[in-house]
């Protein structure tokens, strides 16, 4: 957030600071009422979305944390009661574990791997046409990757299983208990994986050439450079895509609930899933918002922890 | 849902000129780098290369065709009858389940809804956008952290009373009650807009100042058509989140006459048997769902890919 912010101290801006924005002490008043005039008009389209479909569902739904309701009748107040349930509600807890087993393994395998990637387009010098292959999986819907992946995983004529039992690995179906938060890491690493590298390949494209011209003549080898120059120096787009992975990997629905069906084997049963289900299978709106609530604590939570960790706000580029 | 939000970096400064490097010993380390991204692609590339292949199958050669690389007798059979262009007897024979599926329904609500939600929010968000970064008016610093808190905010917290208020309203199941929530604002659009405008030169909106154009004509002649590209990425990006968005469309349009493609997809997956899945008619279904996003990658994939290079660079 802090990195968000301080964006917006450029120049143009400090100026315009100084005309005050508490619209007092203004050297041109007729133009600042003006401004402000055309502001309004300018804003309220969004700042209507932004009042009806943000502000009030977060009055709403924190309400609603509070109440026992079912759609049907009114939401009955019962106070802190819903989250004294979650405390003692075990399919919340291993929800919640299955998310962050999912969100640590997928954000470590497409982090390590998108890295590598990045690394290989910044030295080959990739054609965008090559680099828009790249970027297919992320732009289908996460329904279709499912099915197809259900398809290539199919226990009996599956594709991929066959070439896996062929290779000596059995036993990897779609639907095999053991396999499936597995198979489900993978499927999101493939399709997150193009897309992270060019997020990544990006801001290996600030680093200055020089750098590692100077590098070179200092006899560093490829993977010192690696380490020594390009990883430092993109830290910030680091932090960044890691911050927005995660938050996203906390979110993964589409392809549990396509491809698991409408009532998924637990072993796949993420917090997005339960909470669904609460609302909309169980009709238990009140006690869904309030597991939504926890979610929302800890995702803010994790991103604070990350955002100091990476400090993210600080770059040695800039 | 997370799409739209995936790269909120900093933008301030158009991309600066790859970095251009020729490491001296090239020959063993370049071909096995070679290697490795050929690798990638394949992986990539094979499983959507699969489900078109399976699309073309005969679902009575599914199996015999398991393992081949070709379809040994291709048809496009799949596709007319997920396409509701068969008869339901027609259907049955060629392996479906007689259920009634209309694809081009689906994907004509999925046009309507992605196409409308792209257009009016990404105009809404550069009004804003405009206004957070040109204009002077009380509270706006305070109002713009307001919106970017926003983007911490999990879907599914604000999905619930969403509905709620849909359902409230009457409007579940309405094409309007599918575009109400994103229709007008995204905090992410703001935020990348909101960027750009803020690195646009200020002279010709001085110029254009001492000329007596107010503030709203310096937006819609000036800022507008001097950011025609950021606007079209921004367009093409919510485009492309909304045609997969999924969880709102289930609960809030789910029926009929208001579902969209990848909700018609998994309705479509629940109608076929568990014990042996329509996969002939199921991957014809993901390829016209797959079918837009890759003319916009054939004609659009430069600009695609340059606006991940503007989002990720800092």
């Not at chain 2, 992986?43 to 199958?57: D, N």
């Not at chain 2, 879907?155 to 709620?164: E, K, Q, R, V």
């Not at chain 2, 909700?263 to 899945?277: A, E, H, K």
Request: hydrophobic share 50%.
């Amino acid at each position: 957030m802090t990195r968000l912010l301080e964006t917006s101290a450029d120049p143009g801006r400090r100026r315009d600071s100084d005309d005050g924005p508490s619209g007092r002490a203004v050297k041109k008043p007729i133009r600042d009422r003006k401004e402000a005039w055309a502001a309004a008009i300018l804003l309220l389209p969004a700042l209507f979305g932004f009042a009806v479909f943000w502000i009030y569902p977060t009055i709403r739904g924190t309400y609603y944390s509070m109440t026992d309701f079912n759609l049907l009748r009114e939401p009955e107040f019962i106070g802190l009661e819903n989250f004294r349930q979650i405390a003692s509600d075990p399919q919340v807890w291993s929800s919640l574990r299955i998310t962050a087993v999912f969100a640590i393994a997928n954000i470590v395998l497409v982090m390590v791997l998108a890295l590598v990637l990045a690394a290989l387009m910044q030295r080959l010098n990739l054609k965008t046409w090559l680099r828009s292959v790249l970027l297919l999986p992320w732009l289908v819907p996460n329904v279709a990757i499912a099915l197809i992946w259900g398809w290539l995983l199919d226990a009996n004529v599956g594709y991929l299983k066959n070439l896996l039992d062929s290779v000596g690995i059995g036993g990897v179906t779609f639907y095999n208990p053991k396999a499936a938060l597995w198979i489900i890491v993978m499927i999101s690493v493939w399709s997150g994986l193009g897309y992270t590298a060019l997020l990544l390949y990006a801001g290996m494209l600030q680093v200055p050439a020089e750098l590692y011209e100077a590098g070179s003549i200092d006899g560093a080898s490829e993977t010192r450079m690696f380490f020594g120059i390009t990883l430092p120096l993109i830290r910030p787009v680091i932090a960044l895509v890691l911050v927005v992975s995660f938050i996203g990997s906390f979110q993964v629905f589409d392809l549990v609930q396509v491809g698991y069906g409408n009532n998924p084997i637990p072993e796949v049963r993420v917090i997005y899933y339960y909470i669904y289900q609460l609302a909309f299978s169980f009709h238990r709106m009140g006690y869904a918002s309030a597991v939504s609530i926890l979610l929302v604590v800890l995702l803010g939570a994790l991103t604070y922890v990350q955002l100091r960790i990476m400090r993210a706000n600080r770059s040695d580029l800039a | 849902m997370t799409t739209t939000t995936a790269a909120p970096a900093a933008v301030s400064t158009p991309v600066r000129q790859r970095s251009r490097f020729v490491p001296r010993r090239l020959a063993p380390g370049r071909l096995g780098a070679w290697l490795v991204l050929g690798l990638v692609v394949v992986a990539t590339v094979f499983p959507f290369y699969w489900m078109v292949r399976t699309s073309l199958t005969p679902t009575a050669d599914l199996i015999a065709d398991s393992d081949r690389l070709f379809p040994t007798d291709p048809t496009l059979v799949n596709f007319r009858r997920v396409l509701g262009l068969t008869t339901t007897e027609e259907a049955i024979a060629a392996g479906g389940t007689g259920a009634s599926i209309n694809f081009l329904r689906y994907t004509m609500n999925s046009f309507i809804f992605a196409g409308s939600v792209a257009l009016t929010q990404t105009l809404s968000c550069a009004a804003a956008a405009y206004a957070f970064a040109r204009l002077t008016f009380r509270g706006r610093d305070g109002l713009f952290v307001l919106i970017i808190a926003g983007l911490m905010i999990p879907g599914i917290f604000t999905l619930l009373p969403n509905f709620a208020l849909m359902r409230e309203l009457g409007l579940l199941n309405t094409m309007l009650a599918l575009v109400a929530p994103s229709l007008l604002v995204t905090p992410f659009a703001i935020f990348f807009l909101r960027q750009f405008f803020l690195s646009l030169p200020r002279s010709v909106e001085e110029a254009a100042m001492l000329d007596g154009v107010g503030p709203l004509g310096r937006f819609w002649r000036f800022a507008l058509p001097m950011s025609r590209g950021p606007i079209a990425t921004m367009i093409l990006i919510t485009f492309v989140g909304m045609w997969k968005e999924y969880l709102w469309p289930l609960v809030a349009g789910n029926s009929e006459s208001t579902r969209v493609l990848t909700v018609g997809l998994s309705v479509f997956q629940q109608q076929s048997p568990n014990t042996r899945p329509d996969w002939t008619g199921l991957m014809a279904g993901s390829t016209l769902s797959v079918i837009p996003v890759l003319l916009i990658l054939i004609f659009l994939g430069r600009q695609l890919v340059q606006s991940l290079n503007f989002s990720g660079g800092k």
